[in-house]
């Protein structure tokens, strides 16, 4: 469980129970390669994302109480993800949370009163996207292409920066009248689109700092993707656990071998280092700004490098059947090879890391 040496590890875990309860009922993975197929053709796993937010709310979590939310944090946020991660659920909750945290933290409260409380309920479905080339009129009407736009395919609204006469400004636009083209992605649960606006309708948020407001929805996209390569990771570790423990060859079961005690011993002392990585960056986005970009990135690097490496020594521990398309242990590969490119190359974040303490390659 995300943050599980702070203060509320009760409350979060309990969270965490709640939400791996959910997820087992509405969507149980005797059903996941089913699921993902579906998904790969544009469908959303509807059972669980409705229970997601009808009965917990998950798009209203860090949202102030006095904005009709749950007055939680990033923490919380954090550990949804991890569940998504574990689950491999094909929910467009990764963009629908950075919309509402983009809305949350515009103070524009005309956006605070009219469209926050459609995004929390789930009417309107909403993502972010952080590209160039969009421009909006004198109406405010924007056009141009979003290339690669997450959850594209199921958004409403998508909120992004576009040129006007006077510089870049935040809009919420509208989807409805725009071409959305879904993309065949690695991992089949992801739904990345390129939607293309034609005088789209659009509302101008108010943002005191446009530019701020971006690099901080990029650190969060980066803490909650970590997030979910750290379920990834646990999951796939547990998954290879519990077939070392039955599978038999030559009369022992195969995790009595040496060679696979030390394998499935790496796993976890990578998994181990990435929740310490994660739980930094959370810390950073609840508590200490001016760390999150640093953090973020430590922990999107730490928790990639985990779920690759689980879920394919998981694949290898698992044998013939692990590289069966019926078998959901791919599943598992697919999200953490996709997830470690999703935000952009990973030389990014190194340099990143280097340059904050003074050292450029």
Partial sequence: MILDDVDAVADRADFAEVL?????RATPRNTVVTRADAAASGEIDSALWERLIGEIGVLGLAVPDELGGAGATWAEIAVLMEQIGRSTAAVPVLGAVLAVEAITASGDSA???????????GSTIGTVWSGTGLTADATGAVSGEARLVLDGGHADVVLAQAETGTGAAWFAIETASAAVRRHETLDLVRDLATITFSDAPARAIAVADPGGLAARLRDL???????????VAEQALADAVEYAGVREQFRRVIGSFQALKHLIADVATETD???SMVEH????????????PEAAAMAMLAASRAAILASGENVQIHGGIGFSWEHPAHLLFRKARSNDSLLGPTERLTDRILSTHGVHR
Avoid: F, I, T
């Avoid at 791996?20 to 087992?24: L, M, P, T």
């Avoid at 956006?111 to 309920?121: Q, R, Y």
């Fill in 281 to 292: 960056a959370v810390w950073a986005a609840v508590s200490s700004p001016d760390d999150l």
């Fill in 111 to 121: 956006a605070l009163a009219e469209l926050l409380p459609a995004m929390v309920a």
């Fill in 20 to 24: 791996a309860g959910v997820a087992n």
């Fill in 273 to 275: 280092l990435a929740r």
């Fill in 221 to 231: 996209a980066l803490v909650a993707v970590a997030a979910e390569q750290l379920g």
